[in-house]
């Protein structure tokens, strides 16, 4: 199995960041690791470094923090994905979130810096992974027109089947996270949707499966469970097909 979103550099998992990481290990190929801001992406960088060939680093910028950020800092997260993209599997999470940010100056400011990093995964062909939360179909609208970028992941989603469906028509990937074992939305959304277009995530330390726990990467085996059980399929299976969906689409 693959994490192909976590958090591990936040501080959540400051006090027990290395057993969360050697519990991932038991049971996972790889992790994938994503910055959402400066320090952010320098810490995934160094965790990158010091877990080789298990943890992968994405280099991103959340949007609400875009929403609010001058473009000083913009320039420098973009500085400091320049100089280290050779060592990158993928760019994000970025995108447009309307959840969080309701004003129209800062969801335009979104818009812009999307397209900024829309225009990087298409200038250095990696995957793009994209954080739309109320904005689905208008992160879709963007993407599509940048076609040189090798491979989209909808992180986490959450839109309509409607825009699901145009998602996956484009040859691109709806990632679902642990929450789909008590989201009754994504399990849905699961169900009509092909194992060739999904990926698994935890988006930890959120969205556990267990009530009152902060989530962890060796928490996406429940994420695959309970897809195979939507589906009605063997385990094995769910997880030899999203495992295989994930090295293609981040190359590792």
Do not use: W
């Amino acid at each position: 199995m693959i994490d192909t979103h976590c958090h591990v550099d936040f501080k959540d998992f400051n006090k027990d960041r290395a057993e969360i990481i050697k519990r991932a290990q038991k049971n996972l190929t790889c992790i994938v690791n994503s910055g959402v801001t400066l320090e952010g992406n320098r810490r995934v960088l160094e965790l990158s470094e010091e877990y080789k060939k298990f943890v992968f680093p994405s280099l991103g910028f959340h949007p609400v923090n875009s929403s609010k950020s001058d473009q000083y800092a913009v320039e420098a997260v973009i500085e400091e994905l320049h100089e280290n993209i050779d060592k990158a599997v993928a760019i994000g999470e970025v995108g447009m979130d309307y959840y969080h940010v309701k004003d129209s100056e800062g969801r335009n400011r979104q818009e812009k810096i999307f397209n900024q990093f829309c225009g990087l995964a298409e200038e250095y062909e990696l995957p793009l992974i994209v954080h739309a939360r109320d904005s689905e179909e208008k992160a879709f609208k963007i993407v599509k027109k940048y076609k040189s970028i090798p491979e989209v992941i909808f992180h986490c989603y959450s839109g309509s089947l409607e825009t699901a469906n145009k998602i996956i028509e484009e040859g691109y990937y709806t990632s679902f996270s642990t929450m789909i074992c008590y989201s009754q939305h994504h399990q849905v959304l699961a169900k009509e949707i092909p194992l060739k277009y999904i990926l698994t995530e935890t988006d930890s330390p959120y969205l556990s499966p267990f009530k009152g726990e902060k989530n962890e990467p060796a928490f996406v085996e429940e994420a695959v469970k309970k897809i195979a059980e939507i589906k009605e399929n063997k385990f094995s299976k769910v997880d030899n097909i999203t495992e295989k969906n994930a090295k293609k689409v981040f190359d590792i």
